[in-house]
């Protein structure tokens, strides 16, 4: 038999080594993996992970939390128009400027407002008493001259009247001063201290003082 047809029997035993070599190499390339697992995941802020599945009575109990946030958040007292308010910005039915009116003669005392017209009208009219009506010149007294009080007789006296006259007119200016301007408002005050002081109208509340507590 031919020497070339005889097999090789070293050959053949290398070629089985480096065909076991080769495998070994292919199986550290590639090792084999462990079954995947959730991985839980770390928990926060110190409270333990929720890793459990989401079932629908799990779902249903996030909704509900969720719906108590919100109306925990929408129980607030938040201002109107804030990002967290929902709320409609409720609006004046009347205005806001009519409000603040509404609300000035409402703080306003008997006779105050007929008064502030006189002083109004001195403003307008450089000082002058022309022009203004006999009822609101009455009426404007009356107010300065309301409210005096006297235990007795001895205590009606003209600088008495006169003082309490004066008092009331600057309660009456603090409330004018609002609609003057700053030039009516260092002028018109010594106008309005006139009348309050004027002789005439301080004998005239005077007089019926004293005829009142007579009748007394």
């Known amino acids: 038999m031919p020497e070339n047809n005889i097999p090789n029997e070293q050959s053949g035993q290398t070629a089985a080594v480096q065909g076991q070599a080769n495998a070994g190499n292919k199986d550290a390339a590639s090792p084999t993996l462990p079954s995947s697992k959730p991985v839980a995941s770390k928990p926060q ?124 007119m600057r309660e009456l200016m603090q409330k004018a001063n609002r609609f003057l301007t700053p030039e009516q408002k260092d002028e018109i005050p010594y106008i309005v201290m006139d009348l309050a002081e004027r002789e005439e109208f301080v004998n005239t509340e005077l007089d019926k003082l004293r005829k009142f507590q007579n009748r007394q």
């Open 45 to 168: 802020n110190g409270r333990k992970a929720d890793t459990a599945p989401e079932t629908p009575q799990r779902s249903k109990r996030h909704d509900e939390k969720n719906a108590s946030e919100r109306g925990q958040i929408s129980s607030l007292n938040l201002p109107s128009g804030s990002i967290l308010s929902k709320a409609p910005v409720e609006r004046s039915v009347i205005g806001k400027d009519n409000e603040r009116i509404r609300d000035f003669i409402n703080e306003c005392p008997a006779m105050m407002l007929d008064s502030i017209r006189v002083v109004l009208h001195l403003a307008a009219h450089n000082g002058s008493e022309e022009g203004v009506a006999k009822m609101d010149m009455r009426i404007f007294n009356a107010y300065l001259n309301s409210e005096f009080t006297a235990t007795n007789q001895n205590e009606v006296t003209f600088d008495a009247v006169r003082k309490h006259r004066r008092n009331r």
